[in-house]
C-alpha cells in the first residue's frame, strides 16, 4: 500500500493559508530598515541565489517574493519568510537569520544542497510558530535548543539527514500540535516523556532507524495521527487504542510489533489503519466494520478468522487482508 506521506497535509495547508492571511506580502507598511538590511545579508550570504531574484534593494522588502510582513501589531515588521526550490543555494541557513525579530513563520524546504545543521541562533525569534526545514540536506542531531521555543506549533524536520535520537525535551512545548520527523536517519525510539503531550499532536516518525518499544506513556499522549512505520520498532501497542481516544489515524506498517488484534478496543473517530508487514495475531476486532475508515491495509500478518460484516470494509480491495494467516468473508472469499 502507498501510504500517505503526509497524513496531517491538509491540516498544514490550511494554516499556511492562515499565515498568509494574517502575513500578506503586500504590505501597506514600508519595510523595517533593520529587517531589510537582514535579508539582503541572506541573499549575499547565498550568492545572489534564484530565489530571492525579487529582493532587490532599492524596492520596499515587504513586496519581495516570499517575503510577508505584519501590518497590525507590528506594521513593517518581516513575520514570515520562505526561501524554496533553490537548486543554486549552496551552504548552511545562516545565523543571522535570528535577527528577524518578529518571524512567526521560516519556510526553507526543497533545497537540494542546502546543508549543515540548525542554527542555535534561532532560539532568538521568540514569536516563532511555524519551523518548516523539510526536503534539503540538513545534518547533525535534532537540536535540543528547539524546546527553549515555546510557541511553536508545527516543526517539520522531516526528508533530511538528521542523526541521533529525538530530544525528549521536546515534550516542553506547550504549543506543539504537528512534528514531522520522518526519513531522516535518526536513531533510539521515541522518548517516554512524548507521553505529556496534551494538546491534539501529529506525531510522523516514519522512515528513519528508530527501534526498540514504543514508550507506555504514549497512552496518555492526545495523539491524534502516529506514522511509525518503516522503522524497526517491537512488542505491543494495544495501549495506544481505545474507543475514547482522539486517534483518527494509526500507521504501523514495516515494523516487527507482535500482539493480538482482537483484544484491541478502536477508537470510534479511527479513519486510517495501516499494520501491513509485521507479526500481528488474533482476529480482527469487531468495531472495524463500524468505523468511517477511509484507508485499511492489514496485509502480510498472522491474522485470522472472520472480517467483520460492515459495508465500509466490502469497499476496499482484497490484497489488503492479504497475506494472513486464515482470514476469510468479505472482501476475501467466504468462511467454510
Known amino acids: 500500500m502507498k501510504t500517505p506521506s503526509r497524513i496531517s497535509s491538509l491540516l498544514f495547508f490550511h494554516l499556511l493559508f492562515f499565515v498568509f492571511l494574517i502575513n500578506p506580502s503586500q504590505s501597506t507598511k514600508a519595510c523595517n530598515p533593520n529587517d531589510k538590511k537582514v535579508l539582503l545579508q541572506i541573499k549575499k550570504h547565498f550568492n545572489n541565489a534564484s ?3 525579487t529582493w532587490n534593494p532599492k524596492t520596499d522588502c515587504c513586496n519581495w517574493n516570499d517575503i510577508g510582513c505584519d501590518d497590525e501589531a507590528n506594521p513593517g515588521h518581516v513575520s514570515s519568510l520562505t526561501i524554496a526550490y533553490g537548486e543554486d543555494i549552496v551552504g548552511q541557513i545562516p545565523p543571522i537569520i535570528g535577527d528577524l525579530p518578529h518571524l512567526m513563520s521560516i519556510r526553507v524546504y526543497s533545497n537540494p544542497n542546502l546543508s549543515g545543521p540548525i542554527p542555535q541562533a534561532i532560539t532568538k525569534l521568540t514569536r516563532l510558530e511555524f519551523l518548516i526545514l523539510d526536503s534539503n540536506k540538513l545534518t547533525g542531531p535534532i537540536p535540543e535548543f528547539l524546546s527553549q521555543m515555546k510557541s511553536l506549533q508545527i516543526i517539520d524536520l522531516s526528508d533530511n539527514g538528521f542523526t ?11 504549543n506543539l500540535f504537528e512534528l514531522d520527523l520522518f526519513r531522516n536517519k535518526l536513531t533510539g525510539s521515541i522518548p517516554e516523556s512524548f507521553g505529556s503531550f496534551k494538546t491534539g499532536i501529529t506525531l510522523q516518525v516514519f522512515g528513519n532507524k528508530l527501534s526498540g518499544t514504543i ?5 496518555h499522549a492526545n495523539l491524534t495521527t502516529l506514522d511509525v512505520s518503516e522503522n524497526q520498532f517491537t512488542g505491543d501497542v494495544t495501549f495506544l487504542f481505545a474507543k475514547d481516544k482522539p486517534l483518527d489515524t494509526i ?9 493480538d488484534f482482537g483484544k484491541v478496543d478502536l477508537p470510534r473517530g479511527l479513519k486510517g489503519i495501516d499494520m501491513a508487514h509485521n507479526k500481528i495475531y488474533g482476529s480482527l476486532p469487531k468495531r472495524l466494520g463500524q468505523l468511517p475508515l477511509q484507508f485499511i491495509d492489514v496485509s502480510y500478518n498472522q491474522l485470522c478468522g472472520r472480517i467483520p460484516t460492515g459495508r465500509r470494509l466490502k469497499q476496499f480491495k482484497p490484497f489488503r487482508f492479504g497475506h494472513n494467516k486464515c482470514l476469510c468473508g468479505a472482501p476475501l472469499s467466504p468462511c467454510k
Not at 164 to 174: Q, V
Not at 251 to 259: H, S, Y
Open 51 to 53: 530565489p530571492f531574484s
Open 164 to 174: 541521533g535520537p529525538i530530544p525528549p525535551s521536546l515534550s516542553h512545548l506547550p
Open 215 to 219: 514508550p507506555r506513556s504514549l497512552a
Open 251 to 259: 500507521i504501523l506498517r514495516q515494523n516487527k510489533f507482535k500482539f
